[in-house]
């Protein structure tokens, strides 16, 4: 050792180390040394403005005071405080001015309980901002099933416990017991099958219990697949592990968190003579609100019953039947009166239709007249009466030129009083002087 040579050398030339000499050569020999240590902090100093966080670890026999560059301390992600079991990595050395030795670290890290906590805090943050924790996810849980179902150790006390206080609060309740390990690293499958197999088997709400232990115990508890498995979970979730300080990442997703075992088979049962006493006052209740009801309506009925109309049923009619009268009497009299004037005024319509139709007739008449004149001073009668004659040939068309017709054609010659049948000898046209 660098300390050792230093102390041969000075040795060796008979010369005494100052103690600057002294201290730089222990400095040199410690810090050339890297060591792990565990320790357990008893004072924590990590003042505003200072450059590094200075502590104290110990054990049974001795303390060591530390110190750690606030970069490195911000690095490790570790918050110091009192109580906590760290593990350290780095090196002894000397303050000379003061002559003080201290222990500087180079990196820190939680030991033993300490880490296996602070990867549940982690764990639990990472699945609180998932919305796993949420109350607006858990399901509200009732305090009255018919079937429950018990995620547990079969060899525990918790089952006992949780047995034992269901049979006494709500014995008609059936229970279906899933037997699993509660330690170890297979406990938390175990677990998320004895909550699937409690599912496919009809329960309504589901215990998942284990009595107290140490922080270690309850780490299957802390599972993610497990907290998982029960936010996921359809039928309502009741944790019970270990005592009341005990808070697992199960009791933060679980539907409801009770303190113990005990607590959870209570928080699903209803004590048996509270749920008599409930139905016993239940039961007056409905009673005097039938009773209330059955007085009111007879109350009802009677003064409907009271109502002259049941007591005389022609009441029903009496008012239809007076008014009918009226409307017959009314109809007796008007039907003759409306007759009456109805036929005055069709004897009226009648006169004045006759009136009409002769003043109608006689225009009509002398209209007939005129246009019959004219029709006889236009007819060919009329010519014929006054000496003269029409002729037509043989096809009854009038003869109006001489070149209509030709020696030997036949004509007839119509006369006032005739026809008269002539063979044409000739024809010739008139001259001027006739």
């Known amino acids: 050792m660098l300390l050792s040579q230093a102390s041969s050398q000075g040795a060796a030339t008979s010369r005494p180390l100052s103690v600057s000499e002294a201290m730089q050569a222990a400095k040199r020999s410690l810090e050339s040394i890297t060591v792990k240590l565990i320790g357990e902090v008893s004072e924590v100093n990590a003042k505003a403005g200072y450059k590094a966080v200075y502590f104290t670890v110990k054990d049974a026999g001795a ?42 670290v180079f990196s820190i890290s939680l ?46 006390a918790a089952v006992h416990d949780v047995l034992r206080t269901i049979r ?30 409690c599912v496919r088997a009809g329960c309504e709400v589901i215990l998942v219990v284990r009595g107290g232990g140490s922080f270690e115990d309850l780490m299957p508890f802390n599972d993610e697949r497990l907290a998982r498995a029960i936010a996921a979970c359809p039928v309502p979730i009741v944790t019970g592990i270990g005592h009341e300080p005990d808070t697992s990442i199960a009791d933060m997703v679980a539907d409801v968190r009770s303190s113990t075992p005990t607590a959870a088979a209570e928080r699903v049962s209803p004590d048996s003579s509270t749920l008599l006493r409930e139905l016993d006052a239940r039961a007056a209740s409905m009673s005097a609100s039938q009773r209330l009801a059955i007085e009111r309506y007879e109350a009802r009925l009677g003064h409907i019953a009271s109502r002259p109309l049941f007591k005389d049923p022609h009441l029903l009619f009496s008012t239809d039947l007076l008014t009918l009268d009226l409307l017959h009497d009314r109809l007796s009299r008007a039907l ?13 319509m009648q006169r004045r239709l006759c009136d009409r139709a002769k003043t109608s007739f006689e225009r009509f008449e002398h209209d007939l007249a005129l246009r019959a004149g004219r029709l006889h001073d236009l007819s060919p009668l009329a010519v014929l009466s006054r000496g003269y004659a029409i002729a037509k040939d043989e096809e009854g068309s009038v003869v109006r030129s001489i070149h209509a017709v030709h020696g030997g054609d036949r004509i007839d010659v119509a006369v006032s009083d005739g026809v008269i049948s002539c063979s044409v000898n000739c024809s010739s046209p008139h001259t001027q002087a006739e």
């Open 63 to 104: 303390s060591l005071p530390c110190m750690i560059w606030l970069n490195r301390y911000h690095q490790s992600g570790v918050q110091l405080c009192v109580g906590q079991r760290v593990e350290l990595t780095g090196r002894f050395t000397l303050y000379a001015p003061k002559g003080r030795m201290n222990f500087d």
């Open 168 to 197: 006494r609060r709500f014995p008609v309740a059936r229970i279906s017991l899933a037997g699993v390990a509660v330690e170890g690293s297979q406990a938390p499958q175990g677990i998320v099958f004895g909550i699937d197999a």
């Open 336 to 348: 003759p009166e409306c007759l009456a004037k109805d036929s005055l005024h069709l004897n009226d």
């Open 111 to 156: 030991a033993g309980e300490g880490d296996l906590r602070r990867r549940v805090a982690e764990l639990a943050q990472r699945l609180e901002r998932e919305g796993l924790m949420a109350a607006s996810r858990k399901r509200p849980v009732g305090s009255l099933y018919e079937h429950i179902g018990l995620v547990t150790s079969p060899r525990g």
